[in-house]
């Protein structure tokens, strides 16, 4: 899972993620990345405690989805 860190620093993002990949956008490939914004939006789902239907695109790039705790569509 990935852990959500609050910042301290005012006018930037409060939120920080750990465990990003530092080369996400040219280093993946897309079925990595799905699975990252997937493991995003369970830490965002449980943090807020709200649960909502995922819409997928691409998902045919995708062989093994992480586990999610909504539905995939």
Not at 3 to 26: C, D, E, Q, W
């Amino acid at each position: 899972m990935i852990a959500i860190t609050t910042s301290t620093i005012s006018g930037l993002n409060p939120y920080k993620l750990a465990r990003v990949p530092p080369h996400f956008n040219s280093e993946m490939n897309n079925a990595a990345k799905i699975n990252v914004g997937l493991d995003i939006i369970n830490t965002l789902s449980e943090h807020y405690g709200i649960k909502a239907p995922i819409f997928v695109d691409n998902a045919e790039a995708v062989t093994k989805f992480i586990d999610v705790n909504t539905q995939l569509i």
